[in-house]
């Protein structure tokens, strides 16, 4: 394994409500240097699988204020302080499907950006879902859509159906269903 | 269809070199207002899947400035202006794993956040692979790690392959190489 670069100097450069930009200073092995932006770590956030049943998805439909446009997804949000990550993927079901769920467990740890963003997100598979719902903050009720596991290669052809993270829950959870029905 | 909020306003309020962050303030349909945060667009990035063979991938290694660590993953790199996507995918290819490829399709256009970042990345499949070396930005030798398709299992299992974006393409080559085989 590779010795990791040294880190040289590490500055803020750029800071708003919800991001902070910093410059680091790298050394590599070898003793190339380099100046990277990186905009470092926060809180995971968790991105829940709800399965109403073995084959029945819950994604829901909301605006993406950075795509600016409505996609096609799946429920998330972020961990917040002293939260365990399962109660957290369990209050934002709650908040965003109107869905609790009596089985969720962690089936991955993702990176998103690696090259520039520190950020982890954690994919959560929800299962034994009851009706329960609570107070979230969203601007508008949130449109519910229930999608057949078995349609799968129809959802991967909706243009709102396109972020990295939830395609890949989508087909861990389907690889991982497929390994416990042996 | 649900109408798509309002932009009410829109300002700068954080820059450094490479990031921007804007500040939205939407007027959604039922009236409900909200400010967000968001990175805005930028030039797409491309993702290269490289086949050496019907079962070979190539992946590579190197440091992620985000994760702070080195990372099992898929060249990749932006698309300079003026230049055509699958022109930098294959420029790509030669600078970090000194191969050109003769094949070169586009498999899939990703957002990788959404909810605050603009960016899309081209998922791009090559094959056809021929030697080929171009000099490139790196700060060191990039290592090629090449990985049988049959052993997915045990690449998805590693803790430096967490990438969202990696692991949809390499479920979507997968997908689309099985179609293809019929």
Redesign the interface.
């Given at each position: 394994?590779?010795q990791?670069?040294k880190i040289l100097a590490r500055h803020l450069?750029?800071?708003?409500?919800?991001?902070r930009?910093e410059?680091?200073e790298?050394e590599?092995?070898?003793g190339?240097?380099?100046r990277?932006?990186?905009?470092p770590g926060g809180r995971d956030s968790v991105l829940i699988v709800p399965l109403l049943d073995p084959d029945t998805l819950l994604l829901i439909?909301e605006?993406?204020?950075?795509?600016?446009?409505?996609?096609l997804?799946f429920p998330?949000g972020v961990v917040e302080p002293d939260e365990e990550p399962l109660a957290a993927a369990n209050r934002e079901l709650q908040e965003e499907i109107g869905y609790g769920a009596g089985r969720l467990r962690i089936i991955?740890?993702?990176?998103?950006?690696?090259?520039?963003?520190?950020h982890?997100?954690l994919i959560v598979l929800a299962q034994d879902l009851y009706p329960s719902r609570l107070p979230g903050d969203e601007?508008?009720p949130i449109?519910v859509v229930p999608w057949c596991l078995s349609e799968l290669g129809a959802l991967?052809q909706r243009e709102d159906f396109?972020?990295?993270?939830a395609?890949?829950a989508l087909?861990?959870t389907q690889?991982l269903l497929a390994e416990e029905r042996g």
């Open positions: 394994m590779r990791p670069p450069v750029a800071r708003s409500r919800l991001f930009v410059e680091v790298l590599f092995a070898n190339a240097r380099r990277y932006e990186r905009i439909r605006y993406g204020a950075g795509s600016e446009r409505y996609e997804g998330k991955a740890r993702l990176s998103l950006v690696p090259g520039y963003i520190q982890r997100s601007p508008e449109e991967l396109d972020e990295a993270r395609i890949a087909f861990l690889r």
